[in-house]
């Protein structure tokens, strides 16, 4: 897990003697301004749009001549900590699944409660525990709610993906076509750039859908690789106009090499056999023109279906959907019926958020690994 920030801009102001640039502004304060504003959309996509520019002038040559080095200070993480402490036992010790296990919304409210309860006390035992010296009780109970943050975020992110999976097979057969809820697609019609029967289409969508959670459960890795690539003097990035205005395009080895041993993890599961489409992984070229792109289209995945499974959980339940009787007509009205509704959202969305759509040319979307994102932003873009 990454260390929280908090963590993380500590070690700075301890690693840096104060300076000043030409500016007046203290590089060890530019430094932990990398830590607050780099580590936190690790964790909260919501803060990209502060993390992109900032790391652009980590980057910049400009920063560099003026600070005499690098901005650059790598992720502070779990590991790191406790081996510096020599506290490795912390992760063997038997309460800290308890301590990390991110508690389900139970019902009643007092029974989650208690169960909350019940996590801190566990956590304030382990502090108890393992805390000495420099490992203060402060930075021991940090490092447990890092960990239980990352399986958070893992259990959030993964599990949108492992649901909207398990409509699939709920609601459809790949050997069995239900109409009109057929998910063949053809290129040119409807926008598609795919032609695809039920049964492969089926099939496409499945493994999409089991890439990206693969790809959500090894987020935090990738997002350490991201700033490893982002910031290697060996890759500086060049600025290009990539046909979607000016960007800096650079190689990003460290996350290629990642997301293809993600593929190919994808592929064992489906069986490389059966596998439908391409397995080409864009990053450093013009339709993934540098890891913060990378990383912007990954986490919004979770932001893409939770809509969508939002909806479709409103219908499943009839309680809800009949606590509006001028809704509940309008659903019998329009699409006959709740059940109708659904299966009539997840035909449209599977066919036309994974049909290559999206892009100009095939290289833009099409079936590679990122062009099945592509479509699905597409889809959302048309609603």
């Avoid at 108890?128 to 490992?135: A, E, Q, Y």
């Avoid at 992110?157 to 459809?172: H, K, S, V």
């Avoid at 492969?200 to 997002?223: G, P, T």
Wanted: aromatic share 8%.
């Amino acid at each position: 897990g990454v260390l929280q920030p908090r963590a993380g801009g500590v070690a700075a102001v301890q690693a840096h003697e104060p300076g000043s640039d030409a500016l007046g502004v203290p590089q060890v304060y530019v430094v932990l301004a990398d830590e607050l504003v780099g580590r936190f959309p690790v964790s909260d996509s919501l803060s990209l749009p502060r993390y992109g520019p900032f790391k652009d002038i980590c980057q910049s040559v400009s920063a560099e001549q003026l600070f005499g080095e690098p901005l650059k200070m790598q992720i502070l993480t779990v590991h790191k900590v406790l081996a510096k402490f020599n506290k490795q036992a912390l992760l063997d010790d038997p309460l800290m699944p308890l301590a990390t296990t991110p508690v389900p919304l139970l019902e009643p409210r007092a029974k989650l409660n208690r169960a909350l309860r019940r996590k801190d006390l566990t956590v304030a035992r382990l502090v108890s525990t393992h805390s000495s010296g420099g490992f203060t009780a402060d930075l021991c109970e940090r490092v447990i709610r890092s960990i239980d943050d990352a399986h958070c975020y893992i259990r959030d992110n993964a599990e949108t993906a492992q649901r909207m999976l398990g409509l699939l097979q709920e609601q459809f057969c790949p050997d069995t076509i239900e109409e009109p809820y057929s998910l063949g697609i053809a290129e040119g019609q409807d926008g598609s750039r795919l032609s695809h029967s039920h049964h492969k289409q089926y099939h496409f969508v499945r493994q999409s859908l089991l890439l990206w959670r693969n790809i959500a459960a090894q987020m935090f890795e990738l997002w350490y690789l991201v700033e490893e690539d982002l910031l290697d003097p060996a890759t500086p990035p060049r600025l290009t106009d990539t046909g979607q205005g000016i960007h800096r395009l650079q190689q990003c080895p460290r996350v290629f090499s990642a997301m293809t041993r993600i593929v190919r993890q994808t592929q064992a599961e489906v069986g490389e056999q059966h596998w439908v489409g391409s397995d080409k992984v864009h990053i450093g070229d013009p339709q993934v023109p540098n890891g913060m792109a990378f990383v912007d289209k990954y986490t919004q995945v979770n932001r893409i279906l939770g809509p969508i499974l939002t909806v479709v959980a409103a219908l499943q339940n009839r309680d809800r959907t009949g606590s509006s009787k001028g809704l509940k007509q309008y659903v019998e009205e329009v699409f006959g019926g709740p059940k109708a509704a659904v299966k009539l959202i997840l035909s449209d969305f599977f066919r036309h958020g994974f049909d290559g759509s999206g892009g100009d040319t095939m290289e833009d979307a099409g079936s590679c690994i990122d062009g099945r994102l592509t479509s699905a932003w597409n889809w959302c873009q048309n609603l």
